[in-house]
């Protein structure tokens, strides 16, 4: 690994001291450069919205111990002046119409695994749900999750126990690539059950933070990480939540970066699927229970047709009212004359007469020497 | 019984020949009068649009056989002559846009037992759904049935396996009323399995039909009683569907007459729920899991909620700032001078004198010798 140049430094330094997204401090970077912004910092001459925030930690300069730190993990900063940077899903930040300085794109972000960041978010889906699970939540986000990652799509999630490790898990089973993006360094395993679960994921896709390497976990963490998993994501999958959930703050964070939100239904008799529930009466999510149902949502492919329906179309769909109520009179079995069915499906019988040939060419009706009967 | 008068004949004998709605009938019943119409169609000269249908029947006036036989079932014909006729639900056949000649209310119908049926069906909620119903589906509608027949309301459904009759044991059980509406006449017990429970459902409520006695099932009566459950009803819930099911029908019928449609979801696993997440996910029906989100949905438009709120909100719609503001510094009862109201609202005095005059044209405040108050 060769030594960090001024810039990756400069960026390592203000991610760190940001802690999260600044919106006026990413403003100040495009305009004046991310060395500029960084000397300004360390000066004490900043005066962006963020610089009382900045003020308490300037002196804190840890981006060369930071960035020696992750790439022993085996990891990397990738900031906007690389290539891998996720710019066009980062762009949705700036169509927010009202929003606070740390409702912004991340300053940078802290990377462990091998895989580029752009080409794995190219196309992803979130999913994302409660930490309690029920076994029909683990095993609707296993179907959904394999069946995306067997379709090439990216999944992308939490690290927490239940909906999101499921995922996470069924994508590594079928041989796909994820990215579970962290509220705390990238070097910490957490929670620490899923130690292994987070090496597998690095070592075939990515996990990710906005925050530098030691950061260690916190509930503000948490929601503002939730807003990166919406943003990296062409579209959010919750499969199960209760009634109050942080997958539905990630739904949020979805809906305000016009991102297709789903919801998977369960039984209303399960606390699990509340959340869902919710959201989709609200309007805040719309129903998804299959991967084919999440790509309708999120994926400018799959011109394929539902085609459920012509698995369930029964023969009498699209017959005319008058052939219908024909071979609706037809007793099931024996057979009867034109005169009779005419009185039974109160059709005049000269119509009768030109329906049943017409039934006959749909297979639907035979004539016999003592009249009609259904094939 | 008494025997039946002339008027009476002459709409079991439409009824009968009808074997279903006729709008054009029902029009030129409304225009001439059911014994001139009567008395043209078995006449031969009728000349409506349903004309042709009628003729194959024309000759056979069962009318007071008919009314014989419902009678000695324990049943009779109601008519729109009839205090019990539920014409206001039925009035929503009026408002549909497009309408085949059989997209009509009922002519008459036949019924089976001794309530009323204005008063029966004038707080009712339809609930319908598949045959092949899950226990989650049939546990399900128990709790949602018999909570709104706790709550007063009655339950209209059909008669089948499954979701209907879980509906209706689940109100009998809880000493509610319920409606079952029959593709079939009154008199035939089908399916033949619910032979007691039809007789249950009459002793304490309705089952009723379009179709005389003696009339035998058919697809496109179970069709054209789905339109009856849904006119009746003040709104549908659909509890289990398969993707292609009879309930959907029932729920297009109630979109139709502008009745509100609920689907409860289930697991995306369960073929029993497919149907009622693909009303859900196509903006066909709301998601409900309980009676009171099925009240919520069904409740306003019977006034049985308190919506004091929604109808003050409405009144104070579209007026300026001013006069929002005047109206609120007015106490809700008693008397207040212009001053005191300028003081409270935070209004100048003139403008105070200005808008109470504009509230008064309103309709929302009056002028006392004391000063002004609430209207």
Redesign the interface.
Known sequence: MSEPDDRRLAWAYLSTLAQGASRSLSAAIAERGVLDVAESVRAGRYGGELASRLAARAHLDTAASDLARVARAGGRLVTPDDDEWPAWQLLAFDTLGTATDTDGPPIALWVWGERRLDELTERSVGIVGTRAASG?GE??TTEIASDLASDGWTVISGAAFGVDAAAHRAVLGVGGATVAVLACGVDRAYPAAHARLLQRIAETGLVISEYPPGTTPARYRFLARNRVIAALSAGIVVVEAGWRSGARNTAAWARRLSRPVGA??????SAA?QGC?RM??EGEA?????AR?VLEECGPLLGCEDD??AL???D?DGLS?DM??VY??LPASGVCEPAAV??SA????D?VRAALPLLELEGLVLPTDEGWRRA
Do not use: K, M
């Not at 719309?286 to 299959?290: A, D, F, I, K, Q």
């Not at 109160?346 to 019988?349: D, E, I, K, M, Y």
């Open positions: 029909y095993h609707v998977v239904p369960g039984p209303v008799t699927s529930h989709i009466r719309r129903l998804v229970g299959t149902d459920r329906d369930f179309r029964r009498l009212g219908t109520a609706e009179a005419a009185e109160g059709v005049p019988v119509r």
